[in-house]
């Protein structure tokens, strides 16, 4: 198993976050915009991220290398990709 140092960790922890800021304001300024196939795009792109992060999470789980706190970040995740893709179907029936 590759051990990853602190330093390393607190880098992609960093990388990491800045990824989630980019997220969270194109969430926030497009927040009011009507119905259109980029939004549809971002939305959906947006839902696909999250529904990505949960499954790695639950990987990571079972596999050992996270622990029972990764369950929050999982519940969180899910709550994000239900509530994107609610609006991305709404979206659609426009």
């Not at 330093?7 to 009011?32: H, K, N, P």
């Not at 929050?72 to 990709?81: L, P, Q, R, Y």
């Amino acid at each position: 198993m590759m051990a990853i140092s602190h330093e390393t960790a607190d880098l992609l922890s960093r990388r990491a976050a800045m990824l989630f800021l980019s997220l969270a304001t194109i969430s926030y300024l497009g927040r009011d915009t009507p119905p259109s196939s980029l939004r549809q795009i971002v939305i959906l792109g947006i839902a696909v991220a999250m529904i990505g992060l949960l499954s790695d999470g639950i990987y990571e789980f079972f596999r050992g290398t996270a622990g029972s706190g990764i369950w929050v970040a999982i519940v969180g995740e899910a709550i994000f990709a239900g509530l994107y893709l609610a609006v991305w179907l709404d979206g659609r029936r426009r």
